[in-house]
């Protein structure tokens, strides 16, 4: 998928949010709040649910919680324009209560969408509802700073997931807040451990050698079962340098983080 094409689908898909009445919650929401950031990232933080001032603007975690979420973020060198940044539910729960288990699945095919078109390499869940759409049966307390694949049906097809405390807990806990920076600092070992497990799933797209050689005069390329390389691309790819070349990840990088 091309940026452009990822752009429009994401757009396209927030529009469908925005127009949304599979629950309850279209009934009494101010706007609806698809989330937004980077569309080519390689990073999607996912919350719970827009609160008063995201339900306000259509934007989330722009309140108190998203504040505190910038700081965290910021611990790192990141800034929310270069992540996605999104909810389990898009609408408002009024009065700020938990999302209901039928309100949560009428939207799961919204984030579904959301994580099939950006295909992230880390998923990074934000409280317990979120925690538990990407690791059911995980008890935050344990799962925090920590990550485990992420279910395919979830919509992101190969990725990780690191789980932390909601950010408007540590306003609830004060000392939430030094443990939640604590684990953002092992987001970016998350995210480039995720990098090598892509790479190690990634089928290497090279064009069949066109030469009439023996098939004797092909070797293994050693990088994904079943790729078979030319000699001499085989050497092209060396000399370049393989992870240069042909890794998809590669153009994506562009919080440039580990250079
Ligand atoms: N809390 C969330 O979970 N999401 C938001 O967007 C804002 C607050």
């Known amino acids: 998928m091309t940026p452009d094409e990822r752009r429009t689908a994401l757009e396209t898909i927030a529009t469908g949010i925005r127009g949304c009445q599979r629950c309850r919650l279209g009934a009494t929401r101010t706007n609806a709040v698809p989330g937004d950031g980077h569309p080519e990232t390689e990073v999607v933080l996912v919350g719970e649910g827009p609160g008063q001032n995201e339900d306000l603007q259509g934007r989330p975690f722009v309140g108190a919680a998203g504040g505190f979420l910038d700081e965290l973020l910021g611990v790192i060198g990141w800034s929310r324009r270069e992540v996605f940044i999104t909810n389990v539910v898009k609408c408002r729960p009024p009065g700020n209560r938990d999302p209901e288990a039928d309100e949560i699945a009428a939207c799961a095919p919204w984030l579904q969408q959301q994580l099939a078109v950006l295909d992230p390499a880390l998923v990074v869940t934000l409280g317990r509802f979120s925690m538990q759409t990407f690791a059911p049966g995980t008890r935050i307390g344990q799962a925090h700073g920590t990550m485990r694949p992420v279910d395919p049906a979830t919509g992101a097809q190969d990725a990780l997931a690191y789980a932390m405390y909601h950010p408007a807990a540590a306003f609830r806990q004060g000392g939430l807040k030094e443990t939640m920076k604590i684990d953002m600092l092992g987001i970016p070992d998350a995210l480039t451990r995720s990098r090598e497990l892509r790479q190690e799933h990634a089928p290497l ?6 030469t009439d050689a023996a098939p004797d005069d092909t070797m293994s390329g050693g990088v994904d079962e ?10 092209e790819l060396v000399a370049l340098g393989a992870d240069g070349m042909e890794d998809p990840m590669h153009d994506r990088d562009q919080m440039g983080l580990f250079q």
């Open 205 to 210: 797209e090279i064009a069949p050698a066109t």
């Open 226 to 235: 079943g790729v078979t390389l030319a000699e001499d691309e085989l050497a």
